[in-house]
């Protein structure tokens, strides 16, 4: 029986493999909300067009942002767009989450960011004082992270062309030291730890909007990373692999970013990962798991087994990290997979989904 059941794993696991070696390739014609929930559907939209359309060696890793030299310096460039709705929500709105997953991006590529642009697209009739709202709240988080917006554009599309506003930010940062970080640089032994509780912006963004009638006291966990990963950095130095803003697809995605990248297999503790109730109350009632609802505060780090005890430390010194947790360990089998120790003292398979159970939250 237990050679049996072995052998059907094995055969379950050369079948993933399989599927995963595939050509990556967009079966639909036109694009979906499942496209931007960045799940399976969002990897496979920019494996098979935009890298196949762009591919170079910066773009080919698709981390949060390219590093490269230029004139005897090292810097981080990124740029993302935000499209949330409601515009204003429990905790921070589209100003301030456009500013932060900006810094979050630079941060975690070992960058100190610096500069931002900040581009608009503005629909007719868009309230003023509602654009001024948006705007001071950026300029708050902006001197709270310590970098400046320094250019941007604006455009204004017809009445029911847009949803009010959308937000479009890119940064550049700059890269001290011999800082090499990637989602392919997790070896076996080492340990996986998220910054604090998970899942809470995209509880709160999904009760903002009203369509559910439940209630519950979260609000979004927006906030810039750059002083909790330098507080990391300069406990452990080197020992820090990999550092992921744990945004669309939550901490599960990113944790199987890191798998397939670095050929490894990441084995996490259900029950070590930092889960508020009430976050956990409301992912129940919704039939969603928490590990893969979006934060916009916390990071997934990989470290060197070694430095588990003092990254722990370091994060937890912070005030965005008092909530830090050791939830899982790097092995080498099974490569490319995440599997999930439950409470009930069984083993599964986290995968990536397909589209996002909770779309528009960034």
């Not at 590529?109 to 581009?119: D, E, K």
């Not at 076996?188 to 509780?197: E, I, K, Q, R, W």
């Not at 909530?323 to 092995?331: D, H, P, S, Y």
């Amino acid at each position: 029986m237990t050679e049996t059941r072995a052998t059907r794993e094995e055969q379950v696991l050369e079948r993933i493999d399989r599927a995963r070696q595939r050509k990556a390739r967009v079966r639909e014609e036109h694009i979906t909300m499942a496209h931007g929930a960045g799940g399976k559907a969002t990897q496979t939209l920019i494996e098979a067009v935009f890298l196949d359309a762009f591919r170079n060696p910066l773009l080919e890793p698709l981390e949060d942002g390219a590093v490269f030299g230029a004139g005897g310096a090292r810097l981080a460039f990124t740029t993302d767009s935000y499209v949330v709705s409601p515009l204003f929500f429990p905790g921070g709105d589209i100003g301030d989450l456009a500013v932060n997953g900006t810094v979050n991006d630079l941060a975690v590529c070992g960058a100190r960011p610096l500069y931002l642009s900040a581009g608009f697209v503005l629909e007719e009739g868009f309230p003023v004082e509602d654009l001024r709202r948006i705007s001071a709240s950026m300029a708050r988080a902006a001197a709270a992270a310590e970098v400046s917006i320094v250019t941007g554009d604006t455009k204004v599309v017809q009445r029911g062309k847009a949803d009010g506003c959308y937000v479009t930010t890119a940064g550049v940062g700059l890269v001290e030291g011999d800082v090499r970080l990637g989602v392919a640089h997790a070896r076996p032994g080492d340990a996986v730890l998220v910054s604090g509780p998970i899942g809470e912006h995209g509880v709160t963004i999904m009760l903002a909007r009203g369509e559910l009638d439940i209630e519950a006291d979260v609000t979004s966990d927006t906030a810039p990373l750059n002083g909790l990963v330098a507080a990391l950095r300069a406990a452990v130095g080197g020992g820090v692999r990999c550092l992921r803003d744990a945004t669309r697809g939550g901490v599960a995605t990113i944790l199987n970013e890191i798998a397939r990248a670095s050929g490894v297999a990441v084995v996490v503790e259900e029950d070590a990962v930092p889960v508020r109730p009430a976050v956990r109350g409301a992912c129940e009632l919704l039939g969603i798991d928490p590990l893969y609802v979006a934060c916009e505060g916390r990071m997934v780090t990989v470290v060197a087994g070694d430095a588990a005890a003092p990254a722990l430390a370091a994060l937890r010194s912070h005030p965005l990290g008092e909530g830090a947790a050791i939830v899982g360990r790097v092995q080498d089998d099974p490569p490319g997979l995440v599997l999930l120790k439950t409470a009930f003292g069984g083993t599964r398979i986290v995968d990536v989904l397909v589209g996002d159970p909770l779309p528009r939250i960034c």
